[in-house]
């Protein structure tokens, strides 16, 4: 299994509270991906990173941010989490050229 | 912008039987296409890819075709046994690019 390590793996947590989900990888991949996944909507991309300080949105970015400080370290933020954010995120990791992304086994985060 | 259509979005065949999903994607420009099965409650994972120079590639039951001008490809499961039911996903990648565009997943239920 690819190094990927998510957490936390579950959270439950209230409208208006920040939030931040972490994803470490020990692949040393330059690209990391942030998913969420919604019953009826498969995997729809959060946000992405190409390296150390560069990132750039995906498709459902807003009310999320991220930073990525480190090679080995991909955070997403919701800043004032809502309970449309409640959701399954899933991180991945994929290396250069054309090669699969490999997933982190998902953080379950219910906003209440 | 890039899309890859799937269907159908479920599908229920009796153990034994074949099963087929289907995909077409938009970007010409795509010539990696992996295949991630999901399995209730656990993360997406790599079962099978294929790259555009290739017309068809097998796995024991298993195999993905492609038809590069037709911008389609398709999963073939035969023999089917209860424990590939899951969810499945195809996707469609571009050279030089690191974003995987997924389809919406097919639900597969093998019944015994």
């Known amino acids: 299994d690819a190094g990927i390590t998510q957490s936390p793996r579950h959270k439950v947590t209230e409208t208006g509270t920040p939030v931040t989900l972490r994803c470490h990888q020990t692949e040393n991949h330059r690209y990391m991906y942030w998913y969420r996944q919604d019953p009826g909507h498969g995997l729809r991309l959060i946000h992405y990173s190409y390296g150390v300080k560069d990132t750039d949105k995906g498709e459902v970015s807003d009310g999320y941010s991220v930073s990525r400080s480190k090679t080995e370290d991909f955070l997403l933020t919701l800043e004032s989490a809502t309970s449309s954010q409640t959701s399954v995120y899933f991180c991945a990791i994929g290396p250069e050229g054309n090669q699969p992304q490999h997933f982190g086994d998902g953080t379950r985060l219910s906003i209440l | 912008g890039e899309n890859v259509e799937q269907h159908p979005s479920t599908l229920s065949v009796q153990e034994g039987d074949s099963a087929v999903i289907k995909c077409t994607y938009s970007d010409s420009a795509s010539n990696y296409f992996p295949w991630y099965k999901q399995e209730l409650g656990k993360r997406p994972q790599l079962i099978i890819d294929i790259r555009s120079n290739v017309g068809e590639k097998k796995d024991q039951r298993i195999a993905v075709t492609l038809n590069k001008t037709a911008k389609h490809f398709s999963l073939h499961i035969t023999e089917t046994q209860p424990e590939d039911s899951a969810v499945y996903f195809c996707?469609?990648?571009?050279?030089?690019?690191?974003?995987?565009?997924f389809g919406a997943g097919t639900r597969l239920f093998v019944k015994a």
């Open positions: 996707a469609a990648q571009s050279t030089g690019g690191f974003k995987t565009i």
